[in-house]
């Protein structure tokens, strides 16, 4: 499928930017693949390389996506200046075995530790500024886990190499822009978890992603309620009372331009537009909407790093990898976001 049209404008400055293969039994590859095609072609200003497996990326460009762009092939302990070719598929190889088994559509643990690698490398390139930033292709968490990798998710190992917990799991696209307050946990666990510190730390998270990475100088921010109609002061939940509204205040008495706690149901029909950034309590809260606005376009963002990371919002999607299928647009946007972010720190410096 065609890769739709992204909107985000850059500047004219080249630079390097990662993009991990991600699992290779997934769409990770082929839209890796796709998108370093699209910017040989169509957007000279961005350097992609490929963080992954040359063999692999190899045979998925030849049998699947069958580009026909060369591809050349960097060792990770090259300068990218001296190794970057320009016109051609650019691979930093890190992979530990051969990828000539690998079964699209399939899950396979022995690739974990090696996907693992592939995401580490990136931070490491990113930290010592070799790339601007980085965006992962999907993994699958199972395989992971089963593989013998530290964590199962992208967001919880990118805080764990970055030695912080200041981070959170955010949700851009040009419509809307949403941080989760919990991640990936049972819904049952999540109202134990709504304390006034987590909510402190993903409200000051938010204003600082929203003032140096988005460049919004004055951020206005909307906070979701738990329960049902936000708890009806009371008779459906104590949480807001007791919790949200409270923080709420304490940043409003700071002049920060933060509302809420808004009933999820109703904001997201219209209200949702007024604001900069929603704060919504717990995953399916935030992600169901942004989704049905911004499947096939939108970017998640690992916000409160000192290095930048985007991903695709969709997954592994298994049915139809290895089918020449998947539409790189998510994949594309998140390229584009970590250049923009990238720009906006860099302004952010200069003030």
């Not at 490398?121 to 990798?149: C, H, R, W, Y």
């Not at 209200?271 to 704060?279: A, C, P, R, T």
């Not at 399916?284 to 989704?291: E, G, H, M, V, Y």
């Amino acid at each position: 499928m065609p890769c739709k049209k992204i909107k985000i404008k850059l500047s004219k400055e080249s630079r390097f930017i990662g993009i991990t293969m991600g699992d290779p039994g997934g769409i990770g590859p082929e839209i890796a693949i796709k998108s370093a095609e699209y910017f040989i072609y169509r957007d000279e200003y961005i350097k992609p390389v490929i963080f992954g497996s040359f063999g692999y990326i190899e045979y998925t460009s030849q049998n699947i996506t069958k580009t026909g762009v060369p591809l050349n092939l960097i060792k990770p302990d090259l300068p990218l200046n001296f190794a970057y070719q320009e016109g051609k598929i650019n691979v930093i190889d890190l992979a530990a075995e051969s990828y000539k088994s690998v079964k699209c559509g399939e899950i396979n643990h022995l690739y974990a530790k090696d996907v693992e690698r592939f995401i580490k490398t990136a931070v490491d390139f990113s930290i010592k500024e070799k790339i601007l930033g980085f965006a992962t292709a999907p993994i699958n968490k199972d395989m992971m886990l089963k593989g013998g990798a530290r964590f199962g998710g992208h967001t919880e190992l990118l805080g764990y190499l970055a030695g912080s917990d200041d981070f959170a799991m955010l949700f851009y696209s040009d419509e809307l822009i949403t941080i989760l307050s919990t991640i990936h946990i049972p819904v049952y666990d999540v109202p134990a978890k709504i304390t006034k510190d987590l909510l402190r730390k993903i409200i000051k998270i938010s204003l600082k992603w929203l003032k140096i990475d988005f460049g919004k100088d004055n951020p206005r921010i909307a906070v979701l309620g738990l329960n049902p109609h936000a708890g009806e002061n009371g008779r459906i939940g104590n949480e807001e009372k007791e919790v949200i509204t409270p923080v709420i205040d304490e940043f409003r008495n700071d002049n920060e331009n933060i509302e809420g706690p808004f009933p999820a149901d109703s904001f997201f029909a219209k209200k949702y537009s007024d604001f900069d950034l929603i704060v919504a309590m717990y995953h399916d809260q935030a992600l169901i909407p942004f989704k049905l606005l911004n499947f096939d376009k939108g970017v998640n963002v690992t916000a409160g790093l000192r290095f930048i990371r985007t991903s695709p919002v969709h997954g592994t999607a298994y049915d139809i990898a290895g089918k020449n299928m998947a539409d790189c647009g998510s994949m594309l946007e998140s390229i584009k976001l970590v250049r923009r972010i990238s720009e906006n720190r860099n302004r952010w410096k200069e003030k």
